[in-house]
């Protein structure tokens, strides 16, 4: 090979080495350039998250509204349009469905006053775009308000107006219709003058509510040894006593009634006094004794119901309640033509309702709840009053106009503080001397013996042993 052709074959293969090195510069070049556009975009999106601007796209903005409607049975990942719904085997593309109905058996299409925006065009729903900064919250908004539960008809919710028994209140309490105008009537119970238009209007309220008063306090002493009679006063189904308590009229009932009758005392030993009160009246004689009757009796009713719950003798006044005991024994005992004369009033010739004869029944109740009671109180109150001897005197005066179930209370009362605690740590207290003890001994042979001898049933539920042993040995 001549100098010549070694030359051009040199300065060919500097030329291919240049060639070389030179495409290795362009693509280092290119990859630079790719990693600063990548660097660049990073940049971007962290100024984006620092300004508080990351918004979704418009494809995500639809895609999450699509998501979340009812007629939308999958998912749509990594599809730019959201598929269209399903249809139902022999339904046209371009059919319409109308407001409210589906034609999935699980979904509920929420009629098109949603505020979604959608309507019943052809395929799937015309969604209306919110703006880019509201669509994560009206996303959530649509979600919350395409959700439908099903609902029961009025009448199988339970405890729902509807679903009650008109009737009555389904366990043989009064109606609700009943219920609310016994709750009216004690309502309307107030401390109103005697003879004053307000008194009389009280005493037509008083005859409803004694009536169901009568029938609740029959229940619960027939009752009080079973289970049921156990319960409290908001599980059984006395209404009277309840509406009383819940009116805050308890005490009110006892005031008045004491109030009475210190009035018809007083008009007992002022006769003048009655008349000057009733000739201020457009009413007879007989209207204004019936009307005291009844007051007396239909209050004193609802007090007896009141005393046979034990809820409502722990909030009673229970130095006033005892204190009208006492006043009433005494005036009968100083006035026993006072007593004749109310025998006489009644039909049967026997006091039944009157409080000379409810005295003793509420007395019994007292006594049988003393351990619910504050019994050191209450046993006091028996010590200042003489309660014992002045039952017994009591008995044994007026045991001849007496009703059999009022003598069985009183001797039941007696028989109760005989065997309580206070009676047998300290008798002399409540038998202070002879006087006491011969009034103790002539209830139990007058009255209390002959009741027992003439009634074997009362003999074998009453439980006066322990009255009967004490006498015996004196």
């Not at 059919?95 to 999935?104: E, F, H, K, L, Y």
């Not at 042979?445 to 049933?457: E, F, G, Q, R, Y």
Request: with cysteine; hydrophobic share 35%; charged share 25%.
């Amino acid at each position: 090979m001549s100098k010549t052709e070694r030359e051009e074959s040199r300065e060919k293969g500097n030329g291919k080495r240049r060639g070389r090195e030179k495409g290795k510069d362009r693509g280092k070049s290119k990859s630079k350039s790719k990693s600063k556009s990548k660097d660049k975009g990073k940049g971007k999106g962290k100024g984006k998250e620092a300004d508080g601007d990351d918004l979704p796209s418009d494809r995500d903005r639809t895609m999450a509204l699509y998501e979340s409607t009812p007629e939308n049975g999958e998912s749509n990942d990594g599809d730019d349009q959201p598929a269209k719904p399903a249809l139902a085997p022999g339904r046209s593309p371009t059919a319409r469905t109308p407001p409210g109905r589906s034609d999935s058996p699980h979904r509920t299409t929420p009629p098109p006053s949603s505020s979604r925006g959608e309507s019943g065009s052809s395929g799937g729903p015309s969604l209306r775009l919110p703006s880019a900064g509201k669509a994560k919250a009206v996303s959530a908004k649509t979600t919350a308000v395409s959700i439908r539960r099903p609902s029961l008809p009025t009448s199988q919710l339970p405890n729902s107006r509807h679903g009650r028994s008109k009737s009555g209140s389904g366990s043989g309490g009064p109606s609700r219709k009943s219920a609310t105008d016994i709750r009216h009537a004690i309502r309307s119970l107030s401390a109103a003058p005697v003879f004053s238009s307000q008194w009389f209007s009280m005493c037509d309220a008083l005859e409803s509510v004694a009536a169901v008063a009568v029938k609740e306090t029959k229940a619960v002493r027939d009752g009080c040894g079973s289970p049921s009679g156990r319960k409290t006063l908001w599980e059984r189904d006395e209404v009277c006593v309840r509406f009383v308590l819940e009116e805050g009229k308890l005490n009110l009932v006892v005031r008045n009634l004491r109030e009475f009758k210190v009035m018809q005392r007083n008009m007992v030993l002022n006769p003048s006094f009655k008349t000057s009160l009733v000739g201020k009246l457009k009413k007879g004689p007989m209207q204004v004794d019936e009307a005291l009757r009844s007051f007396e009796d239909n209050l004193g009713v609802v007090l007896l119901a009141c005393v046979w719950a034990i809820e409502a003798m722990q909030t009673m006044d229970m130095p006033l309640l005892l204190q009208h005991c006492a006043e009433t024994m005494q005036f009968a005992l100083a006035k026993p033509e006072f007593v004749a004369g109310l025998a006489e009033a009644h039909e049967s010739g026997v006091l039944q309702q009157c409080q000379e004869a409810v005295v003793l029944s509420y007395l019994l109740r007292v006594l049988s709840e003393l351990d619910s009671l504050a019994e050191d109180r209450v046993v006091e109150l028996f010590d200042e009053l003489k309660l014992m001897p002045l039952m017994a005197s009591f008995l044994a005066a007026h045991g001849s106009v007496l009703s059999n179930a009022a003598k069985a209370d009183g001797a039941q009362a007696l028989a109760t503080l005989v065997e309580s605690e206070a009676f047998v740590t300290s008798p002399e207290a409540f038998l202070p001397d002879d006087e006491a003890e011969d009034a103790i001994l002539a209830a139990v042979n007058s009255v209390i013996k002959p009741m027992l001898d003439a009634s074997p049933a009362m003999a074998a539920t009453l439980r006066v042993t322990a009255l009967l042993t004490l006498v015996e040995g004196w």
